[in-house]
């Protein structure tokens, strides 16, 4: 199989190109956010935003942004994960690593797979958040698909709570066709509608915005796509809860590189530790967050 890793540049952005036979994945340094993935000529496998900015200090609209050491609004996090930030600046949404730089610090590539270790320089803490909690992404791509491993390890002599997820973008035929599997039976907060705890009844297909966080999931979710003959799988460890996210018309209007028609051909499938599933990382302990992503014909 023929594997190649090749730094290159998107506008401001340093980035690392990943080849395994036809697939390739793009990942930009700032955030270790991943661009881009894709097998051959098929429609890519993530969703980019057309109106993308590749821009330092600014993380770009798609792909797999990493959003830690919190998730969304850190006012609706537990207390324990709000109790982690001591800053005077308002809590950016989805923490603090996504519009930083992260060195590429190991890259290994033999006919099996293709892999790169990225780390965030968090020794010292981050802007209000003092705690010596080590974060490293691994990506590796190979036959099966695109593997990533978000690893935290505290340093420090306390303990620290974080909520984390891989907010992965999925590139869709059309969000009226497609359904995720994987969900029936399982709780989840509709934050849309002050936050009440619901139960999924059957697939999840979709009619209008949808942000929910699913919880006590099983470790395969599917996302079943008619228009494309395909279904991404995403396999799971070290999470059991998701983000399921599509803006719809209106939000997407508001959406930062998002254009006004782009919700029709997206979808979050966030991979997560939220809610009751947030990570208590005790003292010299690592916790690794991970999701598979591959394609089956459907
Ligand atoms: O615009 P951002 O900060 O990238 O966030 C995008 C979306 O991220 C999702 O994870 C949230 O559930 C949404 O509520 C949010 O709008």
Wanted: charged share 20%.
């Amino acid at each position: 199989m023929p594997v190649d890793i090749q730094r290159i540049e998107k506008d401001q952005l340093a980035c690392w190109r990943l080849r395994h036979g036809d697939a390739e994945v793009i990942v930009a340094e700032q955030g270790a956010q991943i661009l881009s993935y894709r097998q051959g000529e098929a429609t890519p496998i993530l969703w980019l935003s057309g109106e993308a900015a590749f821009q330092t200090g600014q993380a770009v609209r798609g792909g797999v942004p990493v959003c830690w050491p919190w998730f969304g609004d850190l006012a609706r996090n537990p207390q324990s994960v709000q109790d982690s930030y001591q800053g005077s600046q308002p809590a950016p949404a989805h923490g603090l690593v996504r519009n930083i730089d992260w060195v590429m610090a190991r890259s290994e590539s033999n006919p099996g797979s293709v892999r790169l270790l990225f780390s965030c320089n968090t020794n010292a803490g981050l802007p209000g958040w003092p705690h010596a909690v080590e974060l490293s992404l691994q990506v590796c791509l190979d036959s099966k698909g695109l593997h990533l491993s978000l690893t935290s390890h505290n340093r420090g002599d306390k303990a620290v709570a974080l909520s984390q997820a891989l907010h992965s973008y999925f590139a869709i035929s059309d969000i009226h066709q497609v359904t995720v599997e994987g969900l029936d039976g399982r709780p989840y907060i509709e934050t849309l509608e002050d936050w009440q705890q619901r139960q999924q009844q059957g697939d999840l297909a979709f009619v209008g915005e949808t942000d929910r966080i699913y919880l006590d999931l099983p470790s395969r979710l599917s996302l079943r796509d008619p228009g494309l003959k395909r279904r991404i799988v995403l396999e799971t460890q070290g999470s059991r809860s998701a983000v399921l996210w599509n803006p719809w018309i209106a939000k997407a209007q508001r959406l930062s590189q998002f254009a006004d028609d782009a919700w029709q051909r997206m979808l979050c499938i966030e991979t997560a530790n939220v809610m009751d599933d947030v990570v208590r990382l005790e003292s010299a302990a690592s916790h690794t967050l991970s999701v598979s992503i591959s394609v089956e014909t459907a």
